[in-house]
């Protein structure tokens, strides 16, 4: 009887150790390490996107009914920038990064020099199926490796799309999509990786790092969690409305970096709520639901939990929601429990709960109460409110004055903090977790200084001590 090779315990029923191993082998090739082989990879990337564009916004508005603006913005815009300065800046991030050589290692150099890692996994999710997946992707072949692709089953058009255009345009011995649900990411975590990057909820996150461990795998976790957004009643209304409304209800809410709930003082709720609702109705019409700018909520059983966190709330805008398509109008809910489910759980869709209290020191301490969020956002004319918050609160990222802008910065690494992820990427820190930066320390022949070599003596000490 045939036996199937393994490298893990438990078998699952689908094996991909084989396509592991033909990665593997491409990768040994050394080909991947060819700076024009990763240029012209980028390069095959971006003709992919931009020969596909049309296709590739149609699945998005079949999977999210994202509109062509969000998915050019957020996905296919944003990633042939991240190629363009990826292109821009290679050159620079693949060479050695020279540190000072102490005097004891005279003469001598010390730099950081940036290798590939070689097979890696990159698991997407289903919010922004292209972006998330690809973003990883270009790191990753920017870096030299080899990768396996895994897009989000519940994306499934989006998913499809990439698994049949990446053969057409990119080099397949070096990269495979595979595509499936649990059954297959669970097959595809059994197999020894050089990296997983993993794009998701906590659950699965804390799944991924478990398998990790069984071979000692690095991982990147990008997570979400609640975001807040404080708003200080010394702010300029009109323009934080504005930017909480786009920030928030960006493809109906499903985005990681979207406020999660509302942090403001006692007595100032009203003339936000009038704010938000006034900006709701220019950027999206009397019914959102009749917004050709407003997307869809994943599936059914999303929109379901959604509906769930407004039992037993006090809704003040909304709450209408469309079963078939499935889609919800933006929701504005006014002192939750703070412990009901919409204020212990990731909302991760259109609800914005507000909060009041007391004082700002009361909301820096509500905040800090909670895991460590991915992205802190805080409105306020004031620079020393702000600066208070910045620095009396921890999460991946912050962002004063606006919400989700910093995303759009290469410069800016982007990743969680705590329960909310490990790992950075986007630009160079992107390179960075796709390589290992190898400490290199060269000497020469020259001046073999003897001191340091036994028999020791009192004399030999002392000079030691005074080089070390
Ligand atoms: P999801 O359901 O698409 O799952 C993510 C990936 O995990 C998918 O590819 C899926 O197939 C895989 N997966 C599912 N079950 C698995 C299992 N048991 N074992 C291994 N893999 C499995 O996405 P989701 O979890 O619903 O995503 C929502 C969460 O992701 C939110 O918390 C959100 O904040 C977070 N998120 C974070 C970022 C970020 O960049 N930090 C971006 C988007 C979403």
Redesign the pocket.
């Known amino acids: 009887m045939p036996t199937r090779p393994t490298l893990h315990a438990i078998e699952p029923d689908i094996c991909f150790i084989d396509n592991v191993k033909k990665l593997n082998a491409s990768y040994r090739t050394t080909k991947t390490q060819s700076l024009d082989w990763r240029k012209n990879q980028l390069l095959a990337l971006k003709r992919m996107l931009e020969d596909n564009q049309e296709a590739l916004l149609e699945a998005l508005k079949a999977d999210l009914g994202k509109c062509e603006t969000e998915a050019m913005v957020a996905e296919q815009g944003f990633l042939l920038s991240d190629i363009d300065h990826t292109l821009k800046h290679l050159d620079k991030w693949v060479k050695p990064r020279k540190v000072s050589t102490p005097m004891v290692a005279w003469p001598g150099k010390s730099f950081q020099q940036p290798e590939s890692l070689g097979t890696v996994l990159i698991?997407?999710?289903?919010?922004?199926p292209l972006q998330?997946l690809l973003a990883p992707y270009i790191a990753a072949l920017a870096a030299g490796n080899c990768a396996v692709l895994?897009?989000?089953?519940?994306?499934a058009q989006t998913s499809a799309l990439v698994a049949k255009l990446i053969p057409q345009y990119m080099d397949v011995s070096c990269v495979e999509v595979i595509e499936?649900?649990?059954e297959?990411?669970?097959a595809l975590?059994a197999c020894k990786w050089d990296h997983i990057f993993?794009?998701?909820?906590?659950?699965?996150g804390k799944?991924?790092m478990s398998?990790a461990a069984r071979y000692l795998t690095p991982v990147t976790l990008?997570?979400?969690?609640k975001s807040p957004c404080f708003v200080d009643k010394n702010t300029n209304l009109k323009v934080t409305a504005r930017r909480i409304v786009w920030g928030k209800w960006m493809n109906a809410g499903q985005?990681?970096?979207a406020p999660d709930y509302i942090i403001v003082e006692k007595g100032f709720e009203q003339p936000l709520i009038d704010a938000i609702r006034k900006e709701l109705k220019k950027q999206y019409g009397k019914s959102a639901l009749a917004s050709p700018d407003y997307g869809n909520i994943i599936n059914k059983r999303h929109l379901s939990r959604l509906r769930s966190y407004l039992d037993n709330v006090n809704v003040v805008y909304g709450g209408e929601f469309d079963e078939e398509r499935p889609a919800m109008v933006p929701t504005l809910v006014l002192e939750p429990g703070l412990d009901s489910a919409i204020m212990q759980e990731?909302i991760?869709g259109p609800i914005l709960p507000i909060v009041t209290v007391p004082s700002l020191d009361d909301g820096i301490a509500f905040v800090n109460n909670g895991a460590k969020p991915?992205a802190l956002y805080a409105f306020s004319d004031s620079d020393e409110v702000l600066d208070r918050i910045i620095s009396a609160t921890s999460s991946?990222s912050v962002c004063t004055n606006d919400t989700m802008l910093f995303m759009t910065n290469p410069e800016l690494p982007?990743?969680?903090v705590g329960n909310?992820?490990m790992g950075s990427y986007h630009g160079r820190a992107g390179f960075d977790t796709f390589s290992h930066l190898k400490t290199v320390m060269k000497r020469s022949f020259a001046l073999d200084v003897p001191f340091r070599y036994a028999p020791f003596s009192k004399f030999k000490l002392s000079l030691l001590k005074k080089f070390l």
């Open positions: 698991i997407g999710a289903w919010n922004y998330l895994k897009p989000s089953e519940l994306s499936g649900g649990k297959e990411a669970t975590l993993y794009t998701g909820g906590e659950v699965v799944i991924v398998a990008e997570l979400g969690g985005t990681c970096v990731e991760f991915l991946g982007f990743g969680g909310s992820g």
